[in-house]
């Protein structure tokens, strides 16, 4: 059995953020690099940019395009037992206090699930909550069902961008 692991990053979250992007862990890949969907197989940042025009070269452009499309970013899992990267593979999770970021960001209007796990997870949780609810197809490679030109409609139809 692999050991507990520990949520590294903190949420991406401004004062005037509209729309919170709910993923469930970050891969092991993102851990390394120490930033949300660094796997280079990983369609967000590519689909956001599209959709913005906004360029994605490094870190802080992709923070700039959070910033200017009022989207924040997180996760819902705080820690969790895991083998690989995969939602499937996730055991033993412990939650993220949605509720907390929330009262602390009263202009979060939205909350925008990028996996059926996080989907689930918020709906036990928190599914008591009054606030809109919406899913992103996954940007993962892996998720082959719909091409990327195919998730980048469903992204700019679902987040209004």
């Avoid at 689930?120 to 928190?126: C, K, R, S, T």
């Avoid at 197809?137 to 139809?157: C, F, G, H, R, T």
Wanted: hydrophobic share 35%; proline share 5%; with cysteine.
């Amino acid at each position: 059995m692999s050991e507990i692991i520990t949520h590294p990053f903190s949420p991406i979250v401004f004062k005037d953020t509209k729309t919170l992007i709910l993923g469930s862990f970050p891969s092991i890949r993102s851990i390394e690099n120490n930033f949300y969907y660094t796997h280079p197989q990983n369609q967000f940042w590519k689909i956001l940019s599209y959709i913005t025009s906004y360029p994605i070269n490094n870190r802080d452009q992709k923070i700039w395009l959070l910033k200017e499309s009022k989207i924040g970013l997180w996760d819902m899992i705080s820690s969790c037992n895991r083998e690989n990267s995969a939602d499937s593979s996730i055991e033993d999770e412990e939650v993220n206090d949605i509720a907390a970021l929330l009262e602390r960001y009263p202009s979060i209007k939205t909350i925008a699930f990028t996996g059926r796990k996080s989907q689930a997870l918020f709906d036990l949780h928190f599914g008591h909550l009054d606030i809109d609810t919406c899913y992103l197809p996954s940007p993962s490679s892996a998720y082959a069902k719909l091409s990327v030109e195919q998730k980048i409609i469903a992204y700019k139809e679902t987040l209004k961008l």
